[in-house]
């Protein structure tokens, strides 16, 4: 588990925080157990005023109804770590009734294409079988794989996904990274695109109200805050006995900044990068 958080994090650019926060990812996984033992529940609480999403969710229940409904239907959320992409998805699948079938999507590469979309067959039937809506995690490190055997291979990987999921009409919902480029074999084949964003200032003051108990005004000097980033800092505050405002706000400042850190290029990233 720990080696494949390491290798996510070298994929995506990222640090100390991006292999935290996949170990969490994975761990969800490996919890699954068997095949049929990943369904769980989506009525998780939902504060529109925390999730800065385009389309909001109430217009993209709405269209998606109108469309036919939900089986069949596919849903790319793109947005930075930490925006709300997988509690977007677990809502569009709460407001169809449905639980979630939820699947890291590195798991699904195999060393050749054969077994790759034997691998995609497989996890979209369970869906089926569960009556699940089917939620892919870090698609973003899945296409990072698939980089590896040339554009052919992404192509053929995305249009796999999306049509054994609509040939069985299994609900899809993939959750992307925005920082990569081959997203585009995805957006052309899905239904519907949303894009996930840091918090506007009312939504920081927002979360910081209904997090802390504490009433702000514009205090805020980094403008890419998302819920994310609120929550972790919740976390270490009661960690650590922070609970005054000054203190908060020094918290999410030290937050912003390793985001800020774990996005900058690492160890063979870089050196890729420079070549």
Same mark, same amino acid.
């Given at each position: 588990?720990?080696?494949?958080?390491? $290798?996510?994090?070298? #994929?995506?650019?990222? @640090?100390?925080?991006?292999?935290?926060?996949?170990?969490?990812?994975?761990?969800?996984?490996?919890?699954? +157990?068997?095949?049929?033992?990943?369904?769980?529940?989506?009525?998780?609480?939902?504060?529109?005023?925390?999730?800065?999403?385009?389309?909001?969710?109430?217009?993209?229940? $709405?269209?998606? $109804?109108? =469309?036919?409904?939900?089986?069949?239907?596919?849903?790319?959320?793109? @947005? /930075?770590?930490?925006?709300?992409?997988?509690?977007?998805?677990?809502?569009?699948?709460?407001?169809?009734?449905?639980?979630?079938?939820?699947?890291?999507?590195?798991?699904?590469?195999?060393?050749?294409?054969?077994?790759?979309? @034997?691998?995609?067959?497989?996890?979209?039937?369970?869906?089926?079988?569960?009556?699940?809506? #089917?939620?892919?995690?870090?698609?973003?490190?899945?296409?990072?794989?698939?980089?590896?055997?040339?554009?052919?291979?992404?192509?053929?990987?995305?249009?796999?996904?999306?049509?054994?999921?609509? =040939? #069985?009409?299994?609900?899809?919902?993939?959750?992307?990274?925005?920082?990569? @480029?081959? !997203?585009?074999?995805?957006? $052309?084949?899905?239904?519907?695109?949303?894009?996930?964003?840091?918090? =506007?200032?009312?939504?920081?003051?927002?979360?910081?109200?209904? #997090?802390?108990?504490?009433?702000?005004?514009?205090?805020?000097?980094? /403008?890419?805050?998302?819920?994310?980033?609120?929550?972790?800092?919740? !976390?270490?505050?009661?960690?650590? +006995?922070?609970?005054?405002?000054?203190?908060?706000?020094?918290?999410?400042?030290?937050?912003?900044?390793?985001?800020? !850190?774990?996005?900058? /290029?690492?160890?063979?990233?870089?050196?890729?990068?420079?070549?």
């Amino acid at each position: 588990m720990i080696a494949t958080a390491v $290798r996510v994090a070298r #994929l995506t650019g990222g @640090g100390e925080r991006a292999v935290d926060e996949t170990l969490r990812g994975v761990g969800r996984f490996a919890e699954q +157990g068997p095949a049929g033992s990943g369904v769980r529940a989506s009525a998780q609480p939902w504060i529109p005023q925390l999730q800065s999403a385009d389309p909001a969710l109430d217009d993209l229940v $709405r269209r998606i $109804r109108a =469309s036919g409904g939900i089986d069949a239907a596919s849903v790319l959320v793109t @947005g /930075p770590n930490g925006a709300g992409k997988t509690a977007y998805l677990r809502q569009i699948a709460h407001a169809f009734d449905l639980n979630t079938l939820e699947v890291e999507a590195p798991e699904i590469a195999s060393e050749t294409l054969a077994k790759t979309k @034997g691998r995609i067959l497989e996890i979209v039937r369970q869906a089926r079988n569960a009556g699940a809506f #089917l939620l892919l995690d870090n698609v973003d490190v899945l296409l990072a794989d698939m980089e590896r055997n040339g554009n052919a291979w992404t192509a053929v990987v995305a249009r796999e996904l999306v049509e054994a999921a609509a =040939s #069985l009409a299994v609900p899809l919902g993939l959750a992307l990274r925005e920082a990569n @480029g081959e !997203r585009g074999e995805f957006e $052309r084949r899905v239904l519907a695109t949303v894009r996930c964003g840091p918090l =506007s200032e009312a939504g920081r003051e927002t979360a910081f109200q209904r #997090l802390f108990g504490h009433a702000v005004d514009g205090r805020f000097t980094d /403008p890419h805050l998302t819920i994310g980033d609120f929550l972790l800092a919740s !976390r270490r505050a009661r960690f650590a +006995g922070i609970s005054d405002v000054h203190g908060l706000l020094r918290l999410l400042k030290e937050i912003g900044e390793s985001r800020e !850190r774990a996005n900058l /290029p690492v160890g063979f990233q870089s050196r890729r990068n420079a070549g």
